[in-house]
């Protein structure tokens, strides 16, 4: 169970955040401070993951393992130091990872004879340990996935969504054909937008990379990416198809059913606390967190409305008796009796905590056997029957995450526009700030993301799965295209 300090004085943490009008990055930062999801590390561009947010990370682990599991995925562990070598190997990929590598040079008192990267992400190790644990088709599928840490050198840090460290689960994958990796990096993109969909209230679109996005030593990446409450976009997660990139650089090889050797198709795939950054942008407001349902920590806040003069045991026994029925009911519950602050202090507390619904019992409420009951959601604020509560809180929790994933959908599809031309498109993202999704045809060349991208500082987002045989010509080139979403991106 997560515990909160019972006694703060509220004049040790003021509850207002700058609002999203009037700077959206500095709102960001003070919610994730303001309401205890993390803070800055002494270490530059790292983060600490604090109890709250922790248990928000845990809410999105939670059901991904268990989606991992029923599709015959394993978890491990490998090292967290990598031979510079093994990373050398795949040139493309050592190039695409080279700006962001933490090397160790010396350990023990001595320098090393090789050099070790800081795990930036384990497709080098996983693959040499592939090399010796893969030798017939009756090996394959090799379907592992780990929970870790990884070290990216980030220039520009912003917590959650981009530290040096940051914790993330990531699949690695060997198959004995093309087309079984091919499906299973689509399947795992169909778990992360699943994911995405019923626990994160986000609705996203999923689609391929281009060239210029696509992950490094990749042959195709795909991709789940979620629009922002500032309009930019956010890649949630993604899922590449590797090839036999990777099998050709650590020799994995297989005996066929025709005694014949054969390379492994490999896929890889990851979704990290990112994720957190994502759920605090797309559902956030002015007061704080919103958070859905299925991920916040507690689902529930009891609040007794104790005032001097009166007898606090009756409202004390009603929310233990009302606490007992909602954790018996498996709803995540926690009673605030911290004395010495007021309750509109503490409404203000798990407002920015982003709690779904927010229960309070006083005198005259126990007296009727009601309790009011607050939606974070909306705002909205009505009565409940004490004897009936129970159910009413679950049946509201449930439209709560459908109004925040409706709401997310609706923001997504009001803040995209058709663009038939590059002047269009300069029109449309002519100002600083982020101006929604641009849908339109793009060849998905090299050349015409760099010009978009040094132009107006937007990127190839996607090329939608749904609309996949809308071809025409590229709005920069001419050539022939494909519908793609282009937008400015974190």
């Given at each position: 169970?997560?515990?909160?300090?019972?006694?703060?004085?509220?004049?040790?943490?003021?509850?207002?955040?700058?609002?999203?009008?009037?700077?959206?990055?500095q709102w960001y930062t003070d919610v994730v401070r303001k309401a205890e999801l993390?803070?800055?590390?002494?270490?530059?561009?790292?983060?600490?993951?604090?109890?709250?947010?922790?248990?928000?990370?845990?809410?999105?682990?939670?059901?991904?393992?268990?989606?991992?599991?029923?599709?015959?995925?394993?978890?491990?562990?490998?090292?967290?130091?990598?031979?510079?070598?093994?990373?050398?190997?795949?040139?493309?990929?050592?190039?695409?990872?080279?700006?962001?590598?933490?090397?160790?040079?010396?350990?023990?008192?001595?320098?090393?004879?090789?050099?070790?990267?800081?795990?930036?992400?384990?497709?080098?190790?996983?693959?040499?340990?592939?090399?010796?644990?893969?030798?017939?088709?009756?090996?394959?599928?090799?379907?592992?996935?780990?929970?870790?840490?990884?070290?990216?050198?980030?220039?520009?840090?912003?917590?959650?969504?981009?530290?040096?460290?940051?914790?993330?689960?990531?699949?690695?994958?060997?198959?004995?054909?093309?087309?079984?990796?091919?499906e299973e990096a689509r399947l795992i993109l169909s778990i992360y937008a699943r994911?995405?969909?019923?626990?994160?209230?986000?609705?996203?679109?999923?689609?391929?990379?281009?060239?210029?996005?696509?992950?490094?030593?990749?042959?195709?990446?795909?991709?789940?990416?979620?629009?922002?409450?500032?309009?930019?976009?956010?890649?949630?997660?993604?899922?590449?198809?590797?090839?036999?990139?990777?099998?050709?650089?650590?020799?994995?090889?297989?005996?066929?059913k025709e005694n014949q050797h054969e390379y492994a198709w490999q896929t890889s795939?990851?979704?990290?606390?990112?994720?957190?950054?994502?759920?605090?942008?797309?559902?956030?407001?002015?007061?704080?967190?919103?958070?859905?349902?299925?991920?916040?920590?507690?689902?529930?806040?009891?609040?007794?409305?104790?005032?001097?003069?009166?007898?606090?045991?009756?409202?004390?026994?009603?929310?233990?008796?009302?606490?007992?029925?909602?954790?018996?009911?498996?709803?995540?519950?926690?009673?605030?009796?911290?004395?010495?602050?007021?309750?509109?202090?503490?409404?203000?507390?798990?407002?920015?905590?982003?709690?779904?619904?927010?229960?309070?019992?006083?005198?005259?409420?126990?007296?009727?056997?009601?309790?009011?009951?607050?939606?974070?959601?909306?705002?909205?604020?009505?009565?409940?029957?004490?004897?009936?509560?129970?159910?009413?809180?679950?049946?509201?929790?449930?439209?709560?995450?459908?109004?925040?994933?409706?709401?997310?959908?609706?923001?997504?599809?009001?803040?995209?526009?058709?663009?038939?031309?590059?002047?269009?498109?300069?029109?449309?993202?002519?100002?600083?700030?982020?101006?929604?999704?641009?849908?339109?045809?793009?060849?998905?060349?090299?050349?015409?993301?760099?010009?978009?991208?040094?132009?107006?500082?937007?990127?190839?987002?996607?090329?939608?799965?749904?609309?996949?045989?809308?071809?025409?010509?590229?709005?920069?080139?001419?050539?022939?295209?494909?519908?793609?979403?282009?937008?400015?991106?974190?």
């Amino acid at each position: 169970m997560l515990v909160l300090p019972k006694m703060r004085q509220e004049k040790q943490k003021g509850l207002t955040v700058t609002p999203r009008s009037e700077n959206y990055s500095q709102w960001y930062t003070d919610v994730v401070r303001k309401a205890e999801l993390a803070d800055y590390s002494p270490v530059k561009g790292a983060m600490v993951i604090r109890p709250y947010g922790y248990a928000l990370w845990e809410n999105v682990q939670r059901p991904l393992d268990q989606m991992f599991k029923e599709t015959g995925h394993q978890n491990a562990y490998f090292p967290v130091f990598i031979p510079m070598s093994f990373l050398e190997r795949e040139a493309e990929h050592v190039a695409g990872f080279s700006p962001e590598l933490a090397v160790v040079t010396h350990a023990g008192g001595k320098e090393l004879e090789e050099p070790l990267a800081v795990r930036p992400t384990s497709e080098t190790i996983i693959n040499e340990m592939f090399s010796r644990w893969v030798q017939s088709y009756k090996d394959l599928p090799l379907l592992i996935n780990q929970w870790c840490n990884v070290v990216r050198w980030e220039l520009r840090p912003r917590l959650f969504l981009r530290t040096t460290e940051f914790l993330w689960q990531e699949g690695h994958t060997a198959h004995a054909t093309e087309q079984e990796a091919e499906e299973e990096a689509r399947l795992i993109l169909s778990i992360y937008a699943r994911f995405a969909d019923e626990f994160g209230a986000l609705s996203v679109i999923r689609g391929q990379k281009s060239d210029s996005e696509r992950f490094a030593g990749a042959v195709r990446t795909y991709t789940i990416e979620a629009m922002m409450g500032d309009l930019k976009a956010l890649q949630a997660g993604t899922s590449h198809f590797l090839g036999q990139n990777f099998a050709r650089a650590f020799n994995i090889q297989f005996r066929n059913k025709e005694n014949q050797h054969e390379y492994a198709w490999q896929t890889s795939w990851g979704l990290s606390t990112r994720m957190v950054g994502a759920i605090v942008m797309a559902h956030g407001d002015d007061q704080g967190l919103v958070l859905p349902p299925a991920v916040a920590p507690y689902q529930v806040v009891l609040i007794p409305v104790l005032r001097k003069g009166i007898d606090r045991e009756p409202i004390m026994e009603a929310c233990r008796r009302i606490m007992s029925d909602l954790k018996g009911n498996e709803i995540r519950a926690t009673l605030d009796d911290r004395e010495d602050i007021s309750p509109g202090f503490k409404y203000n507390d798990w407002e920015m905590r982003g709690v779904p619904i927010r229960l309070e019992l006083g005198p005259k409420d126990l007296e009727q056997q009601k309790v009011v009951c607050a939606r974070r959601d909306t705002g909205e604020k009505t009565s409940l029957d004490l004897s009936s509560a129970v159910s009413s809180v679950k049946n509201l929790l449930r439209v709560i995450q459908d109004n925040l994933l409706q709401r997310s959908h609706d923001f997504r599809e009001a803040n995209t526009h058709e663009v038939e031309s590059l002047e269009q498109l300069k029109a449309m993202f002519a100002e600083e700030g982020g101006a929604g999704y641009a849908s339109c045809l793009h060849c998905g060349s090299l050349e015409c993301d760099k010009q978009i991208k040094d132009l107006l500082g937007v990127t190839n987002r996607c090329f939608p799965f749904d609309e996949i045989t809308r071809t025409g010509q590229c709005i920069v080139c001419g050539s022939l295209g494909r519908r793609a979403i282009l937008g400015r991106g974190y």
